[in-house]
């Protein structure tokens, strides 16, 4: 899962957000028009849109510092935009301090508690927590497809040492079948020779 794809649902999600209906009720249609603009604040989902987008753009070099600063702010703020900034650089891929497993225990409360259906950052998270999850079921049915390999991989080496050494063996065998008969055929041989050498009686 690359950070890329999820700053994207998050800034799909903020656009949702800032597309509301304008309440009818409480605009003024005979108000005079002015040229001062107010911008409204942002909204947490819009807030962690620009932190990815910012969290994209740094080099490797300085992630290390973003989440030192993150786990900081975490500590004194248990806020859900704290919780889902810190839980994304520790699902960030390609980095020393990723931890997959620290990303779904931050998120874990917040696609757990019923009480906060009303929050605008808990379908990210609960998308972000089933990424991970996924991500991890992956990685362990990998890695256990792996240790099978290897187990059978140690298992096929351990067959093919013993039948070479029982080929060794077979071979040492017959070496010495060779020679003990190649021994008796000298015997034969030199008792052949000493007959025939014997005088002959008359």
Known sequence: MKLRRA????VVAATVAACAPIDSHNTRYDAPWKRT???????DPDRLARYCDRMLTLPPSELAGELDAARLSFEKDQSELNRLQLALLLS????SFRNDSAAIALLRPLTKDTGREGSTLRPLAIWL?????ELRRIEETSQQQSAKLREELR???ETLQQQSAKLKDEQRRAEALQQKLEAILEMEMKMIEREQNLPKKK
């Open 7 to 10: 700053c994207g649902l998050i």
């Open 155 to 157: 298992r096929n080496e």
């Open 37 to 43: 603009v107010v911008e409204p604040p942002l909204s």
């Open 92 to 95: 960030l891929p390609g980095t």
């Open 129 to 133: 927590h089933s990424e991970l999850v």
